[in-house]
């Protein structure tokens, strides 16, 4: 179900009538002019083509060059004195080098008052035209590579049409200064057309002053090693260290015995230095990983009417979000990171995608510097910290029922095994999984809740990944209602609100049925009206 007042997605077409006489359009701040003035009898001005950053013809080659340095190492290593080894890798490194020439003489854009229009290839030739008033964000990013050569790269994002997966478009690379004037430029024209007030122009508003809402606490850094990315990348490294130990050679078992005999330690002692040895190593790779991501993080609200992050240490990050195209945040709060009392706060954005870093605001901090930034972000109170109506005992049993049961099949199926393998015994170890899975059982629960204000909807669910959404009641354009066979013995309903911002829908779990279609019509008057007959309103 959606909203009667929702706005369709329509494919956009640009007619020309042939007698039509069209003005010539201003070019924005920061654009060259056209070269001649448009005649009475012309269609329009033509804006002129332009290419990349000639030092692109540097940076990229250096950057696929880089790729291949792996494979010329090997080649030097193992050729064996063999010297047209070497003249294949010069070979492969000529044609990275014309790919590049190819490609920067083949790539042109142009940014007209109505569209942003990109043009790659020769063989696949690619033709990209965002209209403007659909961009969402643009985000600048500059590898390591591009800063030492004064270059960004532009990613422009737009809301999706139908049948779409995938909108906008990528400049790679131009200017530092080119890039911060199509970033202005294309945010205040996508402002001006989405019917909200423009305080200035691009150069005005280069020139005010920005309001800062948050920045680097290096005492953050403790919530490094709490976050599941960072864990994952560190681990993803030590697989690829082991990797290279395994083709000299060597094993696991092999350096405990070397160690053990080289410093006299048992078995035992020698395995725990290991399995110290690599939480050093995962910890301090975390930590290391976390000041690349955020070093020189802050997060500023432009004159220009934007949310700006900006970030990163070797590969320097920047992502500008329209505060009118902001739908709500998010606090997302990771198992090891709750424990650690921290959360993440990210934003819930039309443009945006809720998965991975899309939308993120700020490092991972301590859950009160969570609320403090959703609120100055919404401009708003603790709205996060909104006291939550409870779900009724039927999702206590539900949850318990799916926690415990799933556990009870993996027992029995450890057990089958220890039997199998005559008695290991893994089976009486596995029946610790009962007690936990009750206890996670029952932490969903407890964390399940929602609540309707004045201007949004709150909700929140989930242990070990808990998520606190908070949504503009005035970005729901639908809602969902699902209902499972266990869910409608339990008079329960999973309720989503549609949106187009984020995820794209945002679930309140296992609420009271009476109670899911109550809210979804208090939140959205009218929309459900004519489904329900004098469902009770929901308690806020």
């Known amino acids: 179900m959606t909203r009667p007042d929702a706005d369709p997605v329509t494919p956009h077409t640009d007619p020309v009538t042939p007698a039509q006489s069209i003005e010539a359009p201003t070019p924005p701040a920061g654009f060259p002019a056209a070269s001649r003035a448009a005649p009475a009898d012309d269609l329009a001005v033509e804006t002129p083509w332009r290419r990349l950053d000639p030092r692109m013809l540097v940076v990229g080659p250096l950057g696929n060059l880089a790729g291949l340095l792996p494979f010329v190492l090997i080649l030097l290593i193992t050729g064996q004195g063999d010297l047209s080894r070497l003249w294949y890798a010069a070979g492969a490194a000529v044609v990275v080098v014309l790919f590049g ?25 690619q033709r990209r035209s965002v209209p403007r008033d659909r961009i969402r964000t643009v985000d600048t990013t500059a590898k390591l590579l ?34 911060e004037r199509l970033r202005l430029a294309l945010l205040t024209r996508s402002r001006a057309v989405s019917a909200v007030p423009t305080p200035a122009g691009p150069q005005e508003i280069a020139a005010q002053q920005a309001e800062e809402l948050a920045r680097l606490n290096w005492a953050w850094i403790r919530f490094a090693p709490l976050t599941v990315s960072s864990l994952v990348a560190v681990g993803a490294f030590v697989g690829a260290l082991f990797n290279i130990v395994g083709d000299v050679g060597l094993s696991p078992g092999d350096l405990v015995d070397t160690a053990g005999d080289r410093f006299a330690m048992s078995l035992l002692l020698a395995v725990l230095v290991l399995v110290a040895a ?41 992502l500008s979000v329209a505060e009118e195209r902001l739908r709500g945040v998010e606090l997302s709060e990771p198992a090891l990171l709750r424990l650690g009392r921290g959360g993440q706060a ?18 991972p901090a301590p859950i009160a510097e969570g609320h403090r930034l959703a609120a100055a972000v919404l401009r ?59 206890l996670v059982g029952y932490d969903r629960w407890r964390n399940l809740g929602h609540a309707l204000t004045e ?26 209602l699902r209902q499972s066979v266990f869910q409608r013995r339990s008079g329960l309903v999973t309720l989503t609100a549609v949106t187009a911002a984020g995820d794209g829908g945002y679930p309140v779990v296992d609420i009271a049925a009476a109670d899911g279609a109550a809210l979804a019509d208090a939140a959205v008057p009218g929309l459900l009206a004519p489904f329900l007959a004098g469902a009770p309103h929901p308690g806020r």
Request: proline letters at 4%; zero cysteines; hydrophobic letters at 45%.
């Open 101 to 125: 020439v190819l490609r920067w003489r083949t790539t042109r854009y142009r940014i007209t008052d109505e569209r942003v229009e990109l043009h790659t290839g020769l063989f696949n030739r």
């Open 146 to 179: 591009h800063r030492l050569f004064g270059l960004s790269v532009v990613q422009v994002s737009a809301a999706a049409g139908a049948g779409q997966d995938d909108a906008g478009l990528s400049l790679d690379a131009v200017g530092k200064p080119e890039a």
């Open 278 to 318: 690599l939480v050093g190593i995962a910890v301090a790779g975390a930590m290391l990983l976390f000041a690349e991501r955020w070093f020189g993080y802050r997060l500023t609200r432009e004159p220009d009417g934007t949310l700006r992050v900006r970030r990163g240490l070797l590969t320097r990050r920047s």
């Open 346 to 363: 990210k934003a819930v954005s039309t443009g945006l995608s809720g998965g991975g870093e899309g939308g993120v605001l700020g490092p």
């Open 380 to 438: 708003d109170g603790p709205v996060t910290r909104t006291p939550l109506r409870r779900h009724p005992r039927a999702a206590l049993v539900r949850r318990l029922n799916r926690a415990v049961g799933g556990a009870v099949v993996l027992v029995a199926l450890l057990w089958l095994l220890d039997v199998a393998l005559f008695g290991t015994g893994l089976g009486p170890v596995a029946l610790l999984l009962l007690p936990l899975a009750a």
């Open 455 to 480: 201007r949004y909807l709150v909700a929140r669910h989930g242990s070990l990944l808990r998520r606190t959404v908070v949504l503009q009641r005035g970005g729901v354009i639908g809602w969902t």
